[in-house]
């Protein structure tokens, strides 16, 4: 892996644009994103504070030059276009927007007419998807999460499958149903088998979940038939998202023997709209859990690969109290990023630009720690309490889920904002 801290935005530098204390994103964050507001087409931005920035405006005054980025990649509804560029571009574009941005740089700051194009406040903005998402991987990296699943299906003796201690277990999903944080997500229908000694029956899912994960997004990989080593893995990590993926237990567990998550997954996933990279995570890199047995050499890979990003989850009923359900931490997972893009691409699949590659519901030890209602309340046996008087099984028709994200420490906030979505009644 290349030298990072070189990247890292030192701690005491400032924006000229105001920056609320305790925001996510201080100039040392300089996340990606696509937006659009009116008179606007969408395009690529990013952001301080509660401004948005607009990276199309910047670069046709010539102000991103500096990054060796051509000019019209701003101008497109995704950032694909950008992640060709690869890592070193994306380094240069930060490094050009830091000093663009910098308290002491009067460029832009005093410029009225150009300061007023380019700045959009938040509230007049609306995000969209980041990138075109190519294909999607779920993996299925958390310990506790996986022997939670495994002991309520199988039972504690067959809670771990054997492989899972020595390979990133995954899937891979569908990218057509990944949408923007806020979009609403309605209930699916499907079939299920609620009652093991009674024919399957067809309806709406009567036990809608969320997932507590993460996802990372890729820059451009290697050719089809080779392989990215865990060492180079970061390398091709353009930055991560918050990401909802939200499941229909009851579907899910009629149908995924033997092949897997299907229906009760595919009908929508939620992520954040503020890609934040590798980079801006750097000062917040930690080890993850200690792995025994040995992972075999194409997994092992020198330093700390885990990062420090406290995660939390709240539900809000329709016209109620939004109360948290479960805080957790990033760093619980057993297998890190650079470890889950090595081992996908070690029999030669090759990864393109803006492909998204989940980490799995992410659960701590604790049990307000577990990232999905099937491990908050057991299955159901034990209901949530809310703020509001009220109890969870499973969602319910106008709860609203919204996840959230930041790293922090010595004074220094890195943060992924918030996935947002409601639940909509079946159709
Ligand atoms: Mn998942």
Known sequence: MSATHEHVIAKDLQSWIETPAGSDFPLQNIPFGIFRAPGRTPRACTRIGDTVVDLQVLAEAGLLAASGI????????????MLAFGKAGVRRLRTTLCALLRDTNAELRDN?????????PLAQATMLLPVA????????SSREHATNVGTMFRGAENALMPNWLHLPVGYHGRSSSIVASGT?????MGQMRPKPDEPPVFGASKQLDIELETAFITFGGKPLGQRITAAEAEDYIFGMVLFNDWSARDIQSWEYVPLGP???KNFGSSISPWVVTLDALEPFRAAGPAQDPQPLPYLQVPGPHGFNISLEATLQPKGGKESVICRTNFNYLYWSMAQQLAHHTVNGCNVRAGDLMASGTI??????SFGSLLELTWRGTRPLKLRDGGERKFLEDGDTVVIRGHCGNNGLRIG?????GEVLPAE
């Open 70 to 81: 051509n000019k019209e990649a701003f101008h497109q509804a995704t950032l694909n276009p």
């Open 416 to 420: 992924f904002g918030e996935v947002r």
């Open 363 to 368: 659960s701590g030890p604790a049990q307000d």
């Open 184 to 188: 609403p997500i309605r209930r699916p």
């Open 112 to 120: 009225t007419a150009l300061r007023h194009n380019a700045l959009v």
């Open 133 to 140: 998402i190519g294909d999607y991987t779920d993996f299925y």
């Open 262 to 264: 299907f229906l009760g």
